[in-house]
């Protein structure tokens, strides 16, 4: 989530309510937490009662079935109502007489709309992806508050779900009750990366103008640092992005004029765009397939036209043909002892001192590799860690163990998956989804 936060809560851990006191400052992260407490909460209620998916009875959702739109073969997606690890997704009736299908999905995972994929060669499985996406004022003019004068009060985080098909081992096609549901999310999700962050100098960095490794955070605002995979290669090698605003500087892409970009939303000098600059150009598309927009570097800055060198990609000439396009900073620099790769850096998995990299003011991170060494370390764009830095302290919010920094996992993107149909080899569709009745009887 890319908001503008002290500290992003996504979960509170040992909290069963959050309580404000009288006569306190009210922080952004404190009703944040109490949200995050009730949510998990009811979560994980539903997931121990349902189980890892499963949808009630007299409103089951997502049935799968055989179809044919435009001449093209295409999968039927039935409405109504599924859980997933006590995730709810509802599937309305469409407003048009469209019938949804895999082909015309709301989410699409795959970059291009107009252009979906080829269906797998059968046997093949029918799953759904539900994961939580983060929504802001750039995307949604709607959060404004018009009678304010239209600032952004909130953003959001949306649900989204995703009908995905894949070829698996024919083997594992054996219907509902005995699909292995825990193996087959065990291979979708492959070992998670890991990763330390320190308060003070690495010592591999020579770079002159930096103070000694025993200085902690010298920054002189309070920051949220946001590490980010991008870039990530078919033999598993991955870069990543930073940012020291959480990735929250952004704004509305309005028009491409020639090596220029027409912007609007900047909101002053420190939250807006400055040259050298790294800038990721995105849209709802490329987010919701999990593709890293193109990057530019900043060259000059005028009001609202933002001109740009060093391109990592093809620039869309026309934005107004994209889904809510966004312009969103990053801020990695040149430094001595670093490639930047279109403002991204190298993941270099290490332990002690290497593959340690500093980002800025004393902050500095590390990949480490998987605790099982033997298996890699499946990385995945977006996968995100967020460092909390404070003045008063000289130090970052981070899990420690006799003083040491912990290795830990991504804080997101968590995406969560259920079986629903197998297709196969002869065209049969076999239905893989669980259902649960009403607890409720007449007596």
């Known amino acids: 989530m890319h908001g503008n936060f002290s500290q992003l809560i996504i979960e509170a851990p040992g909290a069963s ?36 998916h499963g949808g009630p009875a007299s409103e089951l959702g997502f049935a799968v079935g055989l179809a044919d739109v435009d001449g093209d073969p295409d999968l039927a997606i039935g409405v109504g109502v599924y859980y997933v690890d006590g995730i709810r997704v509802a599937v309305a009736p469409r407003p048009d007489t469209e019938p949804l299908t895999w082909r015309r999905q709301p989410y699409p995972p795959w970059p291009d709309r107009s252009e979906p994929p080829a269906l797998p060669e059968p046997p093949y499985l029918v799953y759904l992806d539900v994961w939580e996406r983060h929504v802001d004022a750039v995307q949604d003019d709607g959060l404004r508050e018009v009678g304010l004068g ?5 953003s959001v985080a949306q649900i989204v779900w995703q009908v995905r098909a894949a070829t698996v081992d024919p083997d594992l096609l054996v219907g509902c009750q005995k699909f292995p549901v825990e193996e087959w999310r065990a291979g979708l999700v492959g070992a998670r990366p890991r990763l330390r962050a320190w308060a003070g100098r690495a010592e591999e960095d020579d770079d002159p103008c930096l103070a000694a490794p025993d200085s902690g955070y010298r920054g002189v605002e309070n920051q949220l640092y946001r590490v980010e995979i991008t870039d990530v290669d078919g033999e598993g090698a991955a870069r990543f992005l930073w940012s020291r605003e959480n990735g929250s500087v952004t704004a509305s892409w309005l028009a491409t004029d020639g090596d220029r ?72 620099r040149r430094r001595t002892g670093t490639t930047l790769h279109a403002g991204a850096l190298d993941v270099v998995e290490g332990e002690e001192e290497s593959g340690r990299v500093a980002l800025e003011d004393g902050i500095s991170v590390q990949f480490l590799p998987p605790v099982d060494d033997a298996v890699a370390t499946r990385y995945r764009v977006g996968d995100y860690w967020t460092i909390p830095a404070r003045v008063a302290t000289g130090d970052i919010v981070w899990p420690r163990t006799r003083g040491e920094p912990d290795a830990v996992g991504p804080q997101g993107v968590e995406h969560h998956y259920a079986p629903l149909a197998a297709v196969g080899a002869d065209g049969k569709v076999t239905d893989m989804r669980r259902f649960f009745t009403a607890l409720a009887r007449c007596r």
């Open 261 to 332: 970009l027409v912007v609007a939303g900047m909101r002053d000098r420190v939250l807006g765009f400055a040259p050298d600059d790294w800038l990721e150009l995105t849209w709802d598309e490329l987010e919701l397939a999990g593709v890293p927009g193109p990057r530019v570097r900043v060259t000059a800055v005028d009001g609202g036209l933002v001109s740009y060198a060093d391109a990592s990609g093809t620039v869309p000439a026309d934005p107004r043909l994209l889904a809510h396009p966004v312009v969103r900073r990053w801020d990695a």
């Open 150 to 154: 239209g600032p952004d009060t909130v």
């Open 17 to 52: 309510r959050v309580l404000q006191q009288q006569g306190r400052v009210l922080l952004d992260a404190d009703w944040n937490a109490a949200g995050a407490v009730l949510l998990s909460a009811q979560r994980h209620l539903a997931a121990d009662l349902i189980g890892p």
